[in-house]
């Protein structure tokens, strides 16, 4: 099944379910054949395997001699990935494999997001499994599905199925950084109607596009000060507005509410006579934005191109003014810092999403918080201000924060380890993005002992997504160590 491109690099046997991993689809919502990749492996390795009606895949394996009476634990990680690619990159997330290369000491996919978020997790856990040499207590791999479009897996989970109450989560992204607490957050859709009326024939179609921004992952790279294409556009039209007279005809930016978005096109039309205003303005608009961004974002650029043919059916004047309002003045990026923990982002939203569908266009915010009052003081504003502009919100995927325990056996254990292994200490941290661990933990009534590490992934969500070969190693080796230390 594998293409070899990984084979030669260590460790072998999770390089291997890496690869085999990257040959089949699986982006949130399409794990079906994942899924049963995963059932597969267990009866292949007569292992005890669940899959319930989410998808979700538990693989139980006994405990090594020596190992018995040791408390059992969860390895856990989610079978689903981002489906990011570039504009000119020709791939299906449907139905085509993803094309991994070397890079020095790194994986890539090419033209797409790698999926290492969080393949890796179970590449590893698979690993474990089926291994013959490998000291542990009893292992319960829980794979879940649609973690990255709202955490519906675990979601769904039933937790009558899982018997171990210590849980390794590998969907962490910086080797040596154990995490310990993490934001709980919502999915806001937006409602704008739209009434469309019959385009002036005297006027130019044109396209409006924001490229060359980096993106990212709306948890981990919030505080990276990198633009939102969405709300470049926003502030765009803005300007517009008080310098010529234009209609919108549709309005379409990013793929995904946790990914900060990177590209965004807006067809316009404009008289004839305003083309060289409207082109100066945008040639302006784009220094502004690359001095403002010039160390998060350098790259940012605006285009600007006529369409042949142009387009028959533009929005009304007050639907326009709605959309554009709403568009300007949403909120985005970081709202709240945290007073506990320094540099910890305490709550922010990504206006990840604008979609331009018959009579409406849709806005998606991704709203996270590690404290539960201020998520929903962040989604009342945003529900304020589309009462403001006729619109309507609904929530989706509303999932709980992972609060901090002191007392904590298997973090314990992990700084052992780590100090055993490196003698230094491990950085112990929280995060901003969302990890399953606060399902985990609500679901178990805080019962589940939890902490959260990875090997080194950087670009996440984003087509330079990429993965840290030595890194993979190092953690590798690391979770042996911290498998035996379990006694």
Known sequence: MTKGVLKNLQPVEVFRYFEELSEIPRGSGNEKEVSDYLVAFAKEHNLEVIQDKALNVIIKKKATPGYENSPAIVIQGHMDMVCEKNVATKHDFTKDPLQLRIVDDMVYATGTTLGADNGIAIAMGLAVLASNEIAHPAVELVCTTEEETGMGGATELDSKNIDARILINIDSEEEGTFLVSCAGGLTAKTIIPVTLEDADKNLSTYTVRIRGLKGGHSGMEIDKGRANSNKLMGRILMELSSLVDFRVASINGGSKHNAIPREMDTIILIKAEDKAKVQEKLVELEGTFKNEFRTPDPDVKIEFEEMTPGVARVFSAQSQNNVINYLYLVQ????????????????????????????????????????????????????ALAKLVGGEVSTESNYPEWAYNPDSKIRTIFEDTYRKINGKDAKIDAIHAGLECGLFGEKFNGEMDMISFGPNLYDVHTPDEHMSISSVQRSWEFLLEALKAIK
């Open 332 to 383: 985005d990026g970081i709202n709240s810092m945290s007073m506990d923990i320094k540099g910890l982002v305490e709550s922010s939203l990504n206006l990840g999403v604008v979609t331009t569908r018959e009579n409406e266009v849709e806005f998606i915010s991704a709203v996270r918080s590690s404290v539960r009052s201020l998520k929903m003081e962040v989604f009342n504003r945003i529900a």
